[in-house]
């Protein structure tokens, strides 16, 4: 049953939906298209999650993640994923300080660039796994461990990693297990020709923007516990599980062309994330609870990554997405 929401909590939903579309104006003076993106890179960021960017280079992804922090008034910082990149240098290290009064000797913590609100990690899959680790636990547990201390990262921390999906030569695959720490799976595209043309004219001229604040971060942090209140039907979440229990080959009534296509689903982490974006949806979009479209909406991004396809697949050419489509074809819509 859908509980009854509150007076004030109607009202933050009302404010947020009008600081959505502030947001959605301010970003498109720099980037131009890629609604789809922003508005998903949105729900994850309300629903405090963390987001795996596809897409081929020039594409802004950088430009957009980076526009998007300005906007919003979030620190931002950019780590260029090497393969000689360490652990270190993501999390920060320990030096040797001196007092000069005392003259003695003790050492010190330097915050590394894992330490603001967005991280963009660029490129991940080109450093090896030890590293690609420590940015993974810090997307865990929102804190990192150095020398047996603990320090605790600022709230918001979202995370936004991004794959070359054309270079795979001197690369490290995220393994399934560490891809399913990201809420979202973003595939970024190519702008349509009138888009091209727009953005060829206005990045070979002189700048002419300027961008307002949108939210700060501790309207973010209200935003993300407003998200975790929205109430849900109990028919929304069946649908939600309904549609995740269908990804996995080993359940008895599991689809014949899954139990063809799919080594392995989607695990529980997956249902949660579709109730979460579909809560942060419909609230963005001023409305104060969620519908079977919002979950339908989040299903491409959250179970893209989490379907193992089998070798049967590759020889059908099917990809995770299509297997995707089709379950969303075969699972009844609730009603109501």
């Known amino acids: 049953?859908?509980?009854?929401?509150?007076?004030?909590?109607?009202?933050?939903?009302?404010?947020?939906?009008?600081?959505?579309?502030?947001?959605?104006?301010?970003?498109?003076?720099?980037?131009?298209?890629?609604?789809?993106?922003?508005?998903?890179?949105?729900?994850?960021?309300?629903?405090?999650?963390?987001?795996?960017?596809?897409?081929?280079?020039?594409?802004?992804?950088?430009?957009?993640?980076?526009?998007?922090?300005?906007?919003?008034?979030?620190?931002?910082?950019?780590?260029?994923?090497?393969?000689?990149?360490?652990?270190?240098?993501?999390?920060?290290?320990?030096?040797?300080?001196?007092?000069?009064?005392?003259?003695?000797?003790?050492?010190?913590?330097?915050?590394?660039?894992?330490?603001?609100?967005?991280?963009?990690?660029?490129?991940?899959?080109?450093?090896?796994?030890?590293?690609?680790?420590?940015?993974?636990?810090?997307?865990?547990?929102?804190?990192?461990?150095?020398?047996?201390?603990?320090?605790?990262?600022?709230?918001?921390?979202?995370?936004?990693?991004?794959?070359?999906?054309?270079?795979?030569?001197?690369?490290?695959?995220l393994p399934e297990a560490q891809l399913d720490r990201f809420m979202f799976n973003v595939y970024v595209d190519y702008p349509s020709e009138s888009e091209e043309r727009e953005i060829v004219k206005t990045t070979t001229a002189i700048p002419s923007y300027e961008l307002n604040k949108v939210l700060s971060a501790e309207q973010i942090v209200t935003i993300q516990r407003l998200v975790r209140r929205v109430p849900v039907s109990d028919h929304l979440v069946e649908y939600a599980v309904r549609l995740v229990r269908s990804t996995r080959p080993n359940e008895t009534d599991a689809p014949d062309f899954i139990k063809n296509w799919v080594n392995w689903g989607a695990g529980p982490r997956a249902s949660q994330y579709l109730i979460l974006a579909a809560k942060a949806r419909a609230i963005i979009d001023g409305r104060p609870t969620p519908g079977p479209d919002d979950v339908r909406f989040a299903a491409r991004p959250v179970l893209r990554h989490r379907i193992v396809t089998s070798f049967n697949a590759e020889a059908d050419g099917i990809s995770s997405l299509e297997v995707i489509e089709k379950i969303l074809e075969s699972v009844p819509v609730p009603k109501g």
């Not at 789809?36 to 987001?51: E, N, P, R, Y």
């Not at 919003?72 to 780590?79: P, T, Y």
């Not at 636990?137 to 991004?162: C, I, N, W, Y």
């Open 1 to 173: 049953m859908t509980s009854i929401i509150p007076e004030s909590d109607l009202s933050a939903v009302e404010q947020l939906h009008t600081a959505y579309s502030q947001i959605k104006s301010e970003v498109s003076k720099v980037i131009i298209g890629q609604d789809k993106v922003v508005d998903q890179l949105l729900i994850t960021l309300f629903s405090s999650g963390h987001c795996l960017l596809v897409g081929v280079p020039g594409l802004a992804k950088t430009l957009l993640i980076s526009t998007l922090a300005r906007v919003i008034d979030l620190k931002f910082n950019r780590i260029q994923f090497t393969p000689d990149l360490m652990p270190s240098d993501i999390t920060g290290t320990e030096i040797i300080e001196e007092d000069h009064t005392t003259g003695k000797r003790q050492f010190k913590f330097v915050k590394g660039p894992v330490f603001a609100n967005i991280v963009l990690a660029d490129e991940i899959n080109r450093t090896p796994p030890k590293t690609q680790a420590a940015l993974l636990q810090a997307m865990q547990e929102h804190e990192v461990t150095v020398s047996g201390d603990t320090f605790k990262l600022d709230e918001p921390f979202f995370v936004l990693a991004t794959q070359n999906p054309i270079e795979q030569e001197g690369t490290y695959p």
